[in-house]
């Protein structure tokens, strides 16, 4: 079978489960003091940024609706934050996302940490 291929099925219930934590504890980050980021054990290891690095940061940013440093910290926040709300604010409904699209967000994600970093 074709990894590629390979389609990723999600629950409603889970997903409208994980919308609704994703946002609340973003809602809760933004009212603590202090950097919002956490540490990045890839990076502090060997210098290279994971392709989440700044996912902390930037869903806390887009629930503060600071979004330029949203999009600095890591622009799948925005997305993450706006596929959450419509999930927990649209109707039921099955999904089965291909496996190739996930790799290609987690590759342009990584893409744009490695420049921000300056590592490529």
């Given at each position: 079978?074709?990894?590629?291929?390979?389609?990723?099925?999600?629950?409603?219930?889970?997903?409208?489960?994980?919308?609704?934590?994703?946002?609340?504890?973003?809602?809760?980050?933004?009212?603590?003091?202090?950097?919002?980021?956490?540490p990045?054990?890839?990076?502090?290891?060997?210098?290279?940024?994971?392709?989440?690095?700044?996912?902390?940061?930037?869903?806390?940013?887009?629930?503060?609706?600071?979004?330029?440093?949203?999009?600095?910290?890591?622009?799948?926040g925005?997305?993450?934050?706006?596929?959450?709300?419509?999930?927990?604010?649209?109707?039921?409904?099955?999904?089965?996302?291909?496996?190739g699209?996930?790799?290609?967000g987690?590759?342009?994600?990584?893409?744009?940490?490695?420049?921000r970093?300056?590592v490529?």
């Amino acid at each position: 079978m074709d990894p590629l291929g390979h389609r990723i099925r999600l629950d409603d219930g889970d997903l409208r489960t994980g919308s609704a934590l994703l946002l609340g504890c973003a809602a809760a980050r933004a009212l603590l003091p202090g950097e919002p980021g956490m540490p990045c054990l890839l990076r502090e290891l060997t210098g290279v940024p994971c392709p989440l690095c700044g996912m902390t940061t930037s869903v806390t940013s887009t629930v503060e609706l600071d979004l330029a440093d949203a999009v600095a910290a890591n622009p799948g926040g925005l997305v993450l934050v706006a596929l959450a709300v419509a999930i927990l604010l649209g109707p039921a409904r099955r999904l089965a996302i291909p496996a190739g699209v996930v790799y290609f967000g987690l590759a342009l994600t990584w893409m744009w940490e490695l420049q921000r970093f300056s590592v490529i």
